[in-house]
């Protein structure tokens, strides 16, 4: 259950942004979080989000002895992607214990 919500929001966020590059561009997606204090919260609090994922798949990934890189580069190049990716494919340590 938990790996097809995960599906359905990373289908979810997949038609937004297609939508959103198509209707504004990659600049149309950034420009907007610098306009007031309000939304550079919103967007500095996702950044806060990401790096926490970051620090949390390093650990697990070189813990377990596999490279984090590569999830480290999709992150930080197209952001909430790649956490969502990273636990469709490696799960998380509660679901793969049931």
Do not use: C
Not at 49 to 75: D, Q, S
Request: proline share 4%.
């Amino acid at each position: 259950m938990q790996r097809n919500l995960l599906i359905i929001t990373l289908i979810a966020l997949s038609i937004i942004t297609a939508l959103a590059l198509k209707n504004d561009g990659l600049w149309g997606i950034f420009a907007p979080n610098f306009q007031s204090f309000a939304e550079f919260q919103v967007f500095f609090d996702l950044i806060i989000a990401l790096g926490l994922f970051l620090v949390w798949m390093w650990r697990k990934e070189t813990t377990a002895g596999r490279n984090p890189w590569p999830w480290l580069l999709i992150t930080l190049a197209i952001g909430s992607f790649g956490p969502l990716l990273y636990l469709i494919i490696k799960g998380t340590s509660e679901t793969e214990h049931q």
